[in-house]
């Protein structure tokens, strides 16, 4: 019964947050106050394209609220390799949110490269340099990675010193094992098979990697929401990874199949057809992977904002409407919530059973003919609705 | 499209995370608790298979205890059969032994009686003769006052035995 509670309690806190945060004014952060020289555009209509792509995208600080003119944010280090051949690190708040440069360093207001940072050469030109800066994404990912560590690493912990015949766990841990077991039995070691043990620990770190940032993602106060996993660059190291693990940990017979599958023989001869649509299947595999993640957690984003904004869009429309649509934009957000939730946990678990699918059947002998023809089922069914998934994604996103 | 740019700054900052929280992970979280879940599942496994075991034996030692109950209850029953017929036998063989005993005595009674009997009669004729050998001393003392009566007695007598012993050798050869 705890253990419900302390689920429903989470789910309330969760969905509760939206409402509040926007509402509340007064955050305890070590955050730089700073005072806006222009508010000569507040009268204007709200813009909401571009307040869920700031959202959404990435930015050299991390803005918290906006209280009347000041904007309360975080500056991030900047990290930058110029023109000259040097690195050059500084604070964020040099630039001013963009209206300053600072050794020559500035956030691009449009044009190619517009909301990164460019540096002006001497010859008047504006060109991209080697940046590493901490952003928003990095700092999130940074903070969910520690929440992480913090979670499994301290669970772990307790397992350190057990004996065989200790009990088992209750409390949180006892809810990680149960989420562990899950994946376990549910995909890791039906999907890859006999070798199953090799590759587990890289499986439950994706699953938990995806499934933490997912969550952190969904909640809207400091120092989580950043949007992590509705970056594409995180999405690609992470399909990057399973493409190394699928490939370096590849069988002979795995690459047999791809280079010279069990076709009619006119079908690799003289032109190789089938070894080339193999071949990009190689790619084509993480590449979805990368796509399916990042498409689904950034269009949940995307909707829960801009029904946020319906609030303000609808402030100048009077008391009774902006109340109703302010009612509206509640409920929706929450049954937003409750389903980002959903694909929260479903994400990280498609992307850990595809993951599984596509290194079991690299694992792939002649004695484990019969298993690998199953799975392969397995990564057929699964690999189509994600795709009619996608569409439906960037419709909404379209929209 | 900047959406699906990946960024290079971002892509670098990734990969170091995720290399950093997969390397911890692997090396200090996962396999700890996989490790000691599976052992505790074996351990489970391991003890309901020797519950099983034990309730097999003790149901197979019930089952013995009860099949040398069962045996020990026929033997009784055996024993007791035999006891009571042996009891039977050796009642009967005392009661013929002691039955041939009692005619035995019986017989050596009768026997001894008759043996008395015939000494007691025979006793009694000896004693039948000598009172009357007495008997007629007495009478012959007193006829033998007289000289003459004497010698006719004694010719008498001296008749008489011869008679006898001429009557005696006819009496053998009858």
């Not at chain 1, 989470?10 to 509402?23: F, M």
């Not at chain 2, 041939?100 to 009669?121: C, D, L, S």
Request: aromatic letters at 8%; one cysteine or more; proline letters at 3%.
């Amino acid at each position: 019964m705890r253990f419900v509670a302390n689920i429903i309690l989470l789910l309330v806190l969760l969905v509760g947050c939206p409402a509040w945060a926007q509402s509340d004014s007064l955050m305890s952060q070590t955050a730089v106050v700073e005072q806006t020289i222009d508010s000569s555009d507040q009268s204007e209509e709200l813009d909401v394209k571009s307040v869920v792509l700031g959202h959404i995208g990435d930015s050299y600080e991390w803005h918290i609220c906006t209280v009347g003119d000041k904007h309360i944010t975080v500056p991030l280090p900047v990290i930058v390799r110029g023109e000259d051949g040097k690195w050059h690190c500084f604070s964020s708040s040099k630039l001013h949110h963009g209206h300053a440069s600072y050794e020559g360093f500035s956030i691009a207001e449009e044009g190619e490269y517009a909301g990164k940072i460019v540096e002006q050469t001497a010859d008047g030109e504006q060109i991209r340099p080697i940046d590493l800066s901490i952003t928003k994404t990095v700092a999130g990912l940074f903070v969910n990675c520690a929440v992480l560590l913090l979670i499994v690493l301290g669970v772990a912990r307790r397992y350190r010193n057990d004996k065989v015949d200790t009990k088992a766990k209750g409390g949180f841990a006892g809810v990680l094992e149960m989420v562990i077991e899950s994946v376990m039995d549910g995909i890791i070691i039906p999907c890859v098979g006999p070798n199953y043990r090799k590759f587990a620990p890289y499986l439950l770190t994706a699953f938990f990697f995806i499934f933490v940032n997912n969550l952190m993602g969904l909640i809207p106060i400091f120092p989580a929401g950043a949007n992590v996993t509705g970056n594409i660059a995180v999405t690609f190291v992470l399909a990057m990874a399973t493409f190394l693990a699928v490939n370096l940990f590849g069988t002979k017979d795995y690459w047999k199949e791809i280079f010279w599958p069990e076709v009619p023989t006119w079908l690799k001869v003289p032109i190789p057809i089938m070894p080339a649509i193999e071949f990009i299947g190689l790619f084509t595999k993480p590449f979805s992977l990368m796509i399916r993640l990042f498409a689904n957690i950034l269009a949940g984003h995307a909707i829960i904002l801009i029904l946020t904004c319906i609030v303000f869009a609808t402030a100048k429309m009077g008391a009774a409407v902006n109340g109703a649509m302010s009612a509206v934009s509640v409920i929706l957000s929450i049954f937003m919530n409750c389903l980002e939730l959903l694909v929260a946990f479903l994400q990280a678990f498609v992307f850990t059973m595809l993951s599984a699918v596509f290194i079991g059947a690299a694992q792939h002998t002649e004695e484990h003919a019969e298993d690998h023809s199953a799975q392969h089922s397995v990564a057929h069914s699964a690999e189509h609705s994600p795709e009619h998934e996608l569409k439906q994604e960037t419709k909404q996103i379209e929209k | 499209m900047g959406l699906l740019q990946p960024e290079l700054g971002l892509i670098f900052w990734t990969s170091l995370a995720f290399g950093v929280v997969l390397f911890l992970l692997c090396k200090f979280g996962f396999p700890v608790i996989l490790r000691s879940v599976e052992e505790r599942r074996n351990f489970i496994d391991s003890s309901i298979e020797a519950a099983h075991e034990a309730e097999e034996r003790l149901e197979r030692v019930t089952l013995d205890s009860a099949a040398i109950v069962e045996k020990a209850e026929a033997e009784r029953q055996q024993i007791l059969r035999s006891a009571s017929e042996e009891r039977d036998r050796i009642v009967g063989d005392a009661r013929m032994k002691a039955s041939e005993e009692a005619q035995r005595i019986v017989a050596e009674a009768r026997a001894q009686a008759n043996e008395e009997r015939e000494q007691i009669i025979r006793e009694g004729r000896q004693q039948v003769v000598a009172l009357a050998v007495t008997i007629s001393e007495r009478l012959l003392r007193g006829e033998l006052q007289q000289k003459e009566s004497q010698i006719v007695l004694a010719d008498r007598l001296l008749d008489e035995i011869n008679k006898a012993s001429q009557a005696k050798p006819q009496n053998n050869e009858a």
